[in-house]
């Protein structure tokens, strides 16, 4: 008999809000939590598997941005965005105590608290997009749609040119 897969937070909150999904896992290198190892492991394009990072702005406090693993933020974009002058990353030590979550596993799905979040308008040149079960190892795919209405995203080019 197959052992039964633990739930996560993040698929929990989707079972409750009956959004469809599926979960994935690969083994994850402790050198390299980035989202194109992610999505070299699974086999996907680097583009449809986003990462989610966590800031800081100037006037507003954290901010949540997601965009397409392989990219890098555009800061100036995200701070004029998300209402702020700047925004910077913040400290890996303080990811768990702001989200609940660790660094490779942060879903924007399930933080301890709604903060405002941003997801890169590439996200709707796929069909579904895969992002953290919030917890190393795993990820969970489904539709842009979905998970902008579940937690409220907002839509905006983010990534540097």
Do not use: W
Not at 55 to 69: A, R
Not at 122 to 145: E, M, N
């Amino acid at each position: 008999m197959a052992k039964k897969e633990k739930k996560t937070n993040v698929m929990r909150i989707l079972d409750k809000e009956k959004i469809s999904y599926e979960t994935k896992s690969y083994d994850y290198d402790e050198d390299d939590l980035s989202g194109v190892h992610a999505a070299a492991e699974l086999g996907y394009d680097p583009d449809m598997v986003f990462k989610t990072i966590v800031t800081h702005g100037d006037k507003t406090g954290p901010v949540v941005f997601c965009l397409p693993s392989e990219k890098e933020i555009d800061l100036k974009a995200a701070a004029r965005v998300s209402g702020n002058k700047s925004v910077e990353m913040i400290h890996v030590k303080e990811l768990p105590g702001l989200t609940g979550y660790l660094r490779g596993g942060c879903s924007p799905i399930g933080m301890k608290k709604a903060f405002p979040t941003f997801i890169d308008e590439s996200c709707h040149h796929h069909a579904a997009i895969s992002i953290s079960a919030g917890q190393r190892g795993r990820q969970v795919v489904l539709s842009p749609d979905d998970l902008i209405s579940l937690i409220g995203a907002k839509m905006a080019d983010l990534t540097a040119k």
